[in-house]
């Protein structure tokens, strides 16, 4: 199984990732690194330039899905139950942002993520997320 591939797909099949830019910068057993660059389009706040939550948002859950289906004794897809994301500061204006997600916990049929979403001065996380999302395919 060539995880790098499978999530590759699964990130493009959502429409909102391709529309967001992201890209899979790595991915490992139950870990995942999404990165989406600054856009214009996606400044939440015209006068200071900074990134919408939103985006922010969907970054995440996408990178706490793929580390959901990069965990090795995941059976199949995902998709979230809750997420709880906490912002810690704005985005600076024209960084690239990056989430690192970590499958830390499965169960039969939910799996435990922890995030943190960082931009190019990472000195401290623009936000940090933990969530539950389901093991789909569990016998």
Request: aromatic share 6%; with cysteine.
């Amino acid at each position: 199984m060539d995880r790098k591939k499978i999530a590759e797909q699964f990130i493009g099949a959502i429409p909102h990732s391709k529309a967001l830019g992201m890209e899979l910068i790595e991915i490992t057993d139950g870990a995942a690194e999404i990165a989406m660059a600054y856009d214009p389009r996606f400044v939440g706040d015209p006068e200071s330039g900074v990134i919408h939550g939103g985006a922010v948002s969907a970054l995440m859950d996408t990178c706490c899905g793929t580390a959901v289906m990069s965990h090795p004794t995941s059976p199949g897809g995902t998709a979230t139950i809750d997420l709880r994301i906490d912002y810690m500061r704005p985005a600076t204006p024209g960084q690239k942002i990056t989430a690192r997600a970590h499958c830390y916990h499965i169960t039969r049929s939910v799996a435990f993520v922890r995030a943190t979403a960082m931009d190019e001065d990472e000195d401290k996380p623009v936000a940090t997320a933990t969530g539950t999302f389901t093991v789909q395919g569990a016998a």
